[in-house]
């Protein structure tokens, strides 16, 4: 749909219009997941005015009492350019600058590299792609941990067939594919990695892989659930930390390579060194959360990936007393920050997936019921579900019930 800035922009009424001058606002996108919708309630709760972008009008934040829903482009379906127009178009009309804030990886990448351009009508507490294109490309990321002594999983780079025979002669089963860049996989797959149980399998499941571009072989490391942390972190533009956050998962949808449907504040320095050393390596500058796992075999951290944005559960931190959207948002602006203390032990849960996962589970035995019951203690937050703001919830039950009569996952 083509849009202009006249058509981007009915919704100015005067009583947002005179909040937006008066308190700077944020720009946040896309808000159809729980990383964005996230976002808007960490700043909207506070009373700064938030624009909300997506290009699906069902898209649950669009729905959040917390922002202005308005459209726009993905780059996924149109292209970086159309989205950095619309974001042009916007900031033409906005009264003052905004703090931009991407919340998915292809929207990072795009307004990473077009900063400068967009600086013109925004505040971008990101870095430039001559430092974003080191964490977006994970060959490059891993060996800059490697080269510091961040212990990384065993691993070899596949960027063609030919580099498979090399690959598989060092590496230890079971191992995994991934791929360089990400997302590819699970766009086209809809899950982040292939297993490879034995060698044997190492043929087949290349071909699927492969579509996907360069990819990882890494060994699979022991452990489960439990064994994930992730420190979140705020660095400023000189790459200093002014948020910390550690968490631990504590069950993942789906096991073993998904993402967290349970996880608790529990900081970790190891966890917290390690981060510093591999960001500052980078010369990070923005969100990230940086995913270690613990090995059982010799007790060891290693290194998982660096999201360089806000994760899913990012809002258990802001539940554990650090706010990085604030931090952030504040840092932007050139105000104060005192460097806050989480509390250790509050639970986080994405409702849906915990909900359908763990019935799963217990009726095929793998969990008990008071396990499941005793995961909510002290839960205090949750991906989507929030009785301050409940209109996100039921767009996206009907997303779901529209998925599943559609046969779509």
């Known amino acids: 749909m083509e849009r202009t800035s ?34 808007l309630r960490n700043l909207g709760r506070l009373g700064v ?56 990886d292809d929207h990072v990448w795009a307004v990473s590299r077009h900063r400068e351009r967009l600086s013109k009508y925004y505040r971008i507490p990101l870095a430039g792609w001559d430092v974003m294109r080191r964490v977006e490309d994970k060959e490059l990321q891993l060996k800059a941990a490697a080269s510091i002594g961040v212990d990384i999983p065993r691993t070899a780079y596949v960027h063609d ?4 025979e090399g690959a598989a002669s060092g590496m ?25 149980p034995t060698a044997a399998d190492l043929p087949s499941a290349y071909e699927k892989a492969r579509i996907c571009g360069p990819l990882l072989l890494q060994e699979i490391i022991p452990g489960g659930d439990g064994a994930f942390y992730t420190c979140g972190a705020y660095h400023d533009a000189a790459s200093r930390p002014l948020g910390l956050f550690v968490s631990r998962k ?40 940086t995913e270690f796992k613990l090995d059982p075999r010799d007790g060891r951290l290693k290194l998982m990936e660096v999201n360089a944005r806000h994760w899913l559960h990012h809002t258990l931190s802001t539940a ?14 050139g105000q104060p920050i005192q460097g806050p203390r989480q509390e250790d032990g509050v639970r986080w849960t994405d409702l849906k997936h ?20 005793g995961g909510f203690r002290n839960a205090q937050t949750d991906a989507v579900w929030s009785l301050d703001d409940p209109l996100p919830v039921f767009r996206q039950l009907a997303s779901a019930v529209g998925r599943r009569f559609s046969g779509k996952r």
């Not at 919704?11 to 964005?36: C, F, K, N, W, Y």
């Not at 178009?89 to 919340?103: D, S």
């Not at 915990?354 to 019951?373: C, P, Q, Y």
């Open 161 to 164: 067939p030919g580099d498979l």
């Open 49 to 104: 005015p938030v624009v909300a972008l997506d290009d699906n009008p069902s898209a649950m934040g669009l729905a959040s009492r917390y922002a202005v829903p308005l459209p726009c482009h993905d780059p996924r379906h149109h292209g970086e350019e159309a989205l950095i127009q619309d974001l042009e178009r916007l900031g033409e009309a906005l009264p003052q600058r905004a703090v931009l804030f991407p919340a998915f």
């Open 250 to 289: 504590l069950r993942q949808h789906p096991r073993d390579f998904g993402e967290a449907r349970l996880a608790e504040s529990d900081w970790n320095d190891e966890v917290v060194a390690a981060t510093l050393r591999l960001l500052t390596e980078l010369s990070f500058h923005g969100v990230s959360g």
């Open 320 to 333: 554990a007393g650090v706010n990085l959207s604030l931090i952030a948002y504040k840092d932007a602006l």
């Open 6 to 39: 006249a058509t981007l922009w009915p919704v100015l009424q005067p009583d947002v219009q005179a909040r937006m001058e008066a308190i700077p606002p944020a720009v946040v996108l896309p808000v159809s997941g729980g990383t964005g919708l996230g976002i």
């Open 172 to 196: 230890a089963f079971p191992a995994l594919f991934k791929p360089i860049r990400p997302q590819e996989m699970r766009r086209r797959f809809g899950f982040k990695v292939i297993p490879v």
């Open 354 to 373: 915990e909900l359908e996962d763990s019935a799963r589970e217990i009726l095929d035995g793998t969990m008990k019921v008071g396990d499941f019951l």
